[in-house]
C-alpha cells in the first residue's frame, strides 16, 4: 500500500536537545512538506520541498531544520532553538499533477519537551 | 487578518439534519481550494476539492463564491461518522505550486 509514515508516533525530549522525526513516502510525490498543529490553530507551515536536494523555509521555520537527500525522506530535525517545540507535527506530500496539488499526510508526530 | 478563517462550532447536528458552513479567505487571487476532515488527534484527510461550479461527492456538496471570497461545505443526512473536525484549506500564492493555507477548523458533533 502507497502512503506516508511519520515515527515515531509520540515522542518525549528534555529541553534543550535536538530531536529529528521521521517521513517517509511510497507514493513517489516529488513535494514533501512539514507542518505543526497547535490547539485551536490552523496548521503551519515549517519546511518544504518540491524536489531533491532542495527546500525552502515556510512561514514558521526558526528552530527547525530539514534535508531531503531522497525523494521518499523528508526528515525535521527539532532544535534546542525552537522555543516552544511541544505540538503535533505532521508531514505531507503532493503530486506534481494533482488537481491543486492537494496534499496527503501521514499519521502525524506528537513531541512533548519537558 | 487571518488568511482563512473559519466558526470554531460546535455546529451540534441531530442525526440525520443537514448542517452547513462557511470559511472566508482573504487572498483573491487564490486558485485552489478544499475540505479536509480531521478526527480527533488524527491526521486531516482529504474530503474534497472545491471546483468553481460547486461539486458533490454523496451527502456532501461544496460551493465557492469568489466575489465574496468564501467557501462553503454542506452536509446531508447527517451521521455519527460524520463528527470531526473540517478544516478549509486554500491555495496562498499565485503560483499555485502548492503552498496551502490551513483554516484552524470547524468542529461538528452530531448526536443520536
Known amino acids: 500500500d502507497g502512503g506516508i509514515t511519520q515515527s515515531p508516533k509520540y515522542l518525549f525530549r528534555k529541553e534543550g536537545q535536538n530531536v529529528t522525526l521521521s517521513c517517509e513516502q511510497n507514493l513517489n510525490h516529488d513535494a514533501m512538506y512539514w507542518y505543526r498543529q497547535d490547539p485551536g490553530q490552523g496548521l503551519r507551515l515549517i519546511y518544504y520541498s518540491q524536489i531533491v536536494n532542495d527546500f525552502q523555509k515556510g512561514d514558521i521555520a526558526e528552530g527547525y531544520s530539514v534535508s531531503r537527500e531522497k525523494k521518499e525522506s523528508f526528515p525535521l530535525t527539532v532544535t534546542s532553538a525552537q522555543k516552544n517545540p511541544t505540538a503535533f507535527y505532521l508531514c505531507?506530500?503532493?503530486?506534481?499533477?494533482?488537481?491543486?496539488?492537494?496534499?496527503?499526510f501521514g499519521p502525524g508526530t506528537r513531541l512533548t519537551v519537558t | 487578518r487571518k488568511e482563512v478563517e473559519q466558526d470554531p462550532g460546535p455546529f451540534n447536528v441531530p442525526e440525520g439534519a443537514t448542517v452547513a458552513f462557511n470559511c472566508t479567505y482573504s487572498n483573491s487571487a487564490s486558485q485552489s481550494f478544499f475540505w479536509y476532515r480531521q478526527d480527533c488527534r488524527k491526521e486531516p484527510k482529504l474530503l474534497m476539492s472545491?471546483?468553481?461550479s460547486g461539486n458533490e461527492d454523496g451527502r456532501f456538496t461544496a460551493q465557492l463564491n469568489r466575489a465574496s471570497q468564501y467557501i462553503s461545505l454542506l452536509i446531508r443526512d447527517s451521521k455519527l461518522s460524520d463528527s470531526a473536525t473540517y478544516l478549509c484549506?486554500?491555495?496562498?500564492?499565485?503560483?499555485?505550486?502548492?503552498?496551502?493555507?490551513f483554516g484552524a477548523g470547524t468542529q461538528v458533533v452530531v448526536t443520536p
Open positions: 484549506v486554500v491555495n496562498g500564492e499565485t503560483d499555485s505550486w502548492g503552498k496551502l493555507q
Open positions: 505531507a506530500s503532493s503530486p506534481p499533477d494533482g488537481f491543486g496539488y492537494e496534499q496527503y
Open positions: 472545491v471546483y468553481s
